[in-house]
C-alpha cells in the first residue's frame, strides 16, 4: 500500500521531469510556494529588463505569472492610428511561455497612457469603434494566451463629484458611463476564455476617503453586474504606504467577503509598499516594508475568491529614481521583494510566511 505522500511526490517528480524551468529552479521561489497555497504569484516586467540575466533568473525562479508594466498599454501597442505594435507583449509573453508562466493582459481601457493621436481622433463622430475595434485587435491578437485583462483601470474615484462615484476619464466624457459596458462586452467577445478584470486602487486603505471608495466600488460592481456587464474579477491594485495610512484589516475583510458574495474572484495586481517619509535606516525601512505586506496579505489570502498576488516589479533596481534630495541622501526606493542586486528582503520573508499561513 503506499502512502498518499509517497505517491504526491512521485506526481512532483513526473511534473518536475515535465517542466524543464522548474528543474533548472535551484531554490523554491514565491511561485512554489504560492502555489502550494492553491493561488498563483508573480509579478509586472519589462522587457528592457529581460536583457539582464541574473534578472531573468530571479524572474523565472520567483514569478509564477506575468503582466507587462507597460508594454501593453495603448501608447505602446497603438502607437498610430491603426497600426500596431505587438513586440513587448509578445516578448514579455514568450518569456512567461518559455518558464512556464502564466499572463495576464494590463490594460485595455485607461485615462492614462494613450497614444498622442486618441485624444482628437474620439472627437469625431461615430468614435465607438475606436473602444471596441480596439479591444477586438488586442484581445484577439492574445486569444488564449491572456489568463486575464484588465479590462478598464482606473474608472471609479468619487471625490470627481457624481453619483455613480465615476472617474471623470476621457472615455466618461466622451461615450458616457456606458463605455465600461461596451468595453467588457468587447473583450468577451473577443475571448470568451478570459478572466475579465475591473482594476483600480483605493479600496485597500482605512481611511475615510477609502471607506467611500469602497462603498462606490461595490456599487459599481453590483449594478454592472445587474445590467449583465461581464465582469468576472475585482482587481486590486495593492499600492500600499510602510509610512503613510495603513490597511485596516477589519474594513478591508468585510469589502471583500462582499465582493466575494457577488460571485467575483479578487487579484491583487500591482502589489508594492512605498517606503518613503520612514527613517533612513534601511533596516527598519525594510521591515516595515515587510509588516504592511504581510498585514495586507493575510487578509487578502484569508478570502477564498483571491486567486492571484502579483507584485508591481520584482526588484528594487528598476523603480523609478526618487527626487534630488532623496538621491543625495542615498534613499532609494525599496518597495519590493528584491533588492537592487537580487537578493530576498524581508519583504520576500513576509510575503513567503503570508502563502504559507
Ligand atoms: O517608453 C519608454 C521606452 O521607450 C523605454 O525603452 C523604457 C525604458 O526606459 O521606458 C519607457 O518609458 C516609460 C516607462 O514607464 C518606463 O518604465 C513610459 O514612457 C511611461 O509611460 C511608463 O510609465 C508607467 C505608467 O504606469 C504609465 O503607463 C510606469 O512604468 C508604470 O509603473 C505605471 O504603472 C501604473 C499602472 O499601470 C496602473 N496603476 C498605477 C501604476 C503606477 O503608476
Same mark, same amino acid.
Given at each position: ?77 497603438? /502607437? ?34 494613450? +497614444? ?75 475571448? /470568451? ?110 478570502? /477564498? ?15 523609478? /529614481? ?14 519590493? +521583494? ?20
Amino acid at each position: 500500500m503506499i502512502s498518499r505522500r509517497f505517491f504526491l511526490e512521485q506526481l512532483a517528480g513526473a511534473a518536475t521531469a515535465l517542466r524543464p524551468s522548474f528543474a533548472a529552479r535551484v531554490e523554491t521561489g514565491l511561485r512554489d510556494i504560492a502555489v502550494r497555497r492553491g493561488i498563483v504569484y508573480g509579478c509586472a516586467a519589462a522587457t528592457y529588463e529581460l536583457k539582464d540575466a541574473a534578472f531573468s533568473a530571479a524572474l523565472a525562479r520567483e514569478a509564477g505569472i506575468l503582466s507587462a508594466e507597460y508594454e501593453m498599454k495603448r501608447a505602446a501597442l497603438e /502607437p498610430s492610428r491603426g497600426r500596431y505594435d505587438f513586440s513587448g507583449g509578445d516578448g514579455l509573453l514568450a518569456f512567461a511561455r518559455t518558464h512556464g508562466m502564466a499572463f495576464r493582459g494590463h490594460t485595455l481601457v485607461w485615462d492614462h497612457s494613450n +497614444p498622442p493621436w486618441l485624444a482628437d481622433a474620439l472627437q469625431q463622430p461615430n468614435a465607438e469603434p475606436l473602444l471596441t475595434d480596439y479591444i477586438a485587435t488586442v484581445v484577439g491578437h492574445y486569444k488564449g494566451r491572456v489568463r486575464s485583462w484588465d479590462v478598464v483601470n482606473e474608472v471609479l474615484q468619487p471625490t470627481d463629484g457624481r453619483r455613480d462615484g465615476l472617474r471623470d476619464t476621457l472615455w466618461l466624457k466622451r461615450f458616457g458611463p456606458g463605455y465600461i459596458d461596451m468595453a467588457f462586452h468587447a473583450a468577451r467577445q473577443a475571448d /470568451p476564455a478570459a478572466l475579465l478584470v475591473y482594476n483600480d486602487w483605493g479600496c485597500e486603505w482605512g481611511a475615510p476617503e477609502n471607506d467611500r471608495f469602497r462603498a462606490a466600488t461595490l456599487d459599481f460592481l453590483s449594478h454592472a453586474l445587474a445590467r449583465g456587464v461581464p465582469i468576472q474579477a475585482l482587481g486590486l491594485q495593492g499600492h500600499l504606504s510602510a509610512f503613510g495610512t495603513q490597511v485596516d484589516q477589519k474594513k478591508l475583510a468585510v469589502f471583500l467577503d462582499a465582493v466575494r458574495g457577488m460571485g467575483l474572484k479578487i487579484l491583487v495586481t500591482e502589489h508594492d509598499v512605498d517606503d518613503s517619509g520612514g527613517p533612513s535606516d534601511i533596516a527598519l525601512r525594510d521591515q516595515a516594508v515587510a509588516d504592511a505586506s504581510r498585514r495586507f496579505l493575510d487578509v487578502m489570502l484569508d478570502n /477564498p475568491a483571491t486567486q492571484a498576488v502579483l507584485t508591481w516589479g520584482l526588484s528594487d533596481r528598476f523603480l523609478d /529614481p526618487p527626487g534630488w534630495r532623496d538621491r543625495l541622501a542615498g534613499r532609494y526606493p525599496r518597495k519590493l +521583494p528584491l533588492d537592487r542586486d537580487y537578493g530576498r528582503k524581508p519583504m520576500w520573508n513576509a510575503m513567503a510566511k503570508a502563502f504559507r499561513a
